[in-house]
């Protein structure tokens, strides 16, 4: 198994930064792909970026290109999410995901085997 645990989340002005942290804990050398997702109050979870086992490649959903920028830290089995020029619709929670057994470039949650418990970014206007 597998443990994700969601970091760096808070309150921030619009315009802000926040740098999201996930530490993986367990048998990490089962992970492959992992990504952010979010969450808003009333909506569907979707992904926000994800990058690949060894992080040289990466993929952005249109609302975080330019402004967020995803990588990991194989070593010390942490994944962060840098957001910039935050916005009032970047609220909502983002849990952190990895996949098992092969690298899937997906954008699907069921594509996803392992998720964090979350963590709530809210941008004030």
């Known amino acids: 198994q597998v443990q994700l645990v969601e970091s760096g989340g808070g309150l921030v002005q619009a315009g802000g930064s926040l740098r999201l942290s996930c530490a993986a804990s367990?048998?990490?050398?089962?992970?492959?792909?992992m990504a952010w997702f979010r969450q808003a109050p009333g909506k569907e979870r979707d992904i926000v970026a994800s990058?690949?086992?060894?992080?040289?490649?990466?993929a952005y959903a249109d609302s975080a290109k330019g402004r967020f920028t995803i990588s990991r830290d194989n070593p010390k089995n942490v994944m962060f999410l840098q957001m910039n020029s935050l916005k009032p619709d970047d609220t909502a929670v983002y849990y952190c995901?990895?996949?098992?057994?092969?690298?899937?470039?997906?954008?699907?949650?069921?594509?996803?085997?392992?998720w964090g418990q979350g963590t709530q970014v809210t941008v004030s206007s």
């Open positions: 995901a990895a996949q098992a057994v092969a690298d899937r470039l997906t954008t699907a949650v069921m594509g996803y085997d392992y």
């Open positions: 367990g048998r990490t050398f089962t992970i492959y792909r």
């Open positions: 990058i690949s086992r060894s992080g040289g490649t990466t």
